[in-house]
């Protein structure tokens, strides 16, 4: 049990809800903050690394690999991946019938 990110050892630094953890993909969170340097991004209270099919409100919430947040989850923009616009889908790839094609 924790109040303080202080009251947690070095290998679960982040004191989440009473607990220690530390802030690896799938861990809770509040706030960025708490979550690791390989799963920076505190989305819906959960710790995520913005890969494929991860949850996220906004593109700046997708990995590089991953970087177009499209109906609440990051895509990569390939052939057949969902798309609002041609700009979530990759390079010279258009955006038909809300599909990459």
Same mark, same amino acid.
């Given at each position: 049990?924790?109040?303080?990110? *202080?009251? +947690?050892?070095?290998? #679960?630094?982040? =004191?989440?809800?009473?607990? @220690?953890? $530390?802030?690896? !993909? /799938? %861990?809770? &969170?509040?706030?960025? *903050?708490? +979550?690791?340097?390989? #799963?920076?991004? =505190?989305?819906?209270?959960? @710790?995520? $690394?913005?890969? !494929? /099919? %991860?949850? &996220?409100?906004?593109?700046?919430? +997708?990995?590089?690999?991953?970087?177009? =947040?499209?109906?609440?989850? @990051?895509? $990569?923009?390939? !052939?057949? %991946?969902? &798309?609002?616009?041609?700009?979530? +889908?990759?390079?010279?790839?258009?955006?038909?019938?809300?599909?990459?094609?």
């Amino acid at each position: 049990m924790c109040q303080f990110n *202080e009251d +947690c050892p070095d290998t #679960a630094q982040f =004191c989440v809800f009473g607990e @220690c953890r $530390d802030g690896t !993909e /799938g %861990d809770p &969170c509040e706030f960025h *903050e708490e +979550c690791s340097a390989a #799963a920076p991004r =505190c989305i819906m209270m959960v @710790c995520y $690394d913005g890969s !494929e /099919g %991860d949850p &996220c409100k906004t593109d700046t919430d +997708c990995a590089e690999g991953s970087k177009h =947040c499209v109906y609440g989850k @990051c895509y $990569d923009g390939s !052939e057949f %991946d969902p &798309c609002e616009f041609a700009k979530d +889908c990759m390079d010279l790839m258009s955006c038909e019938n809300n599909l990459c094609v």
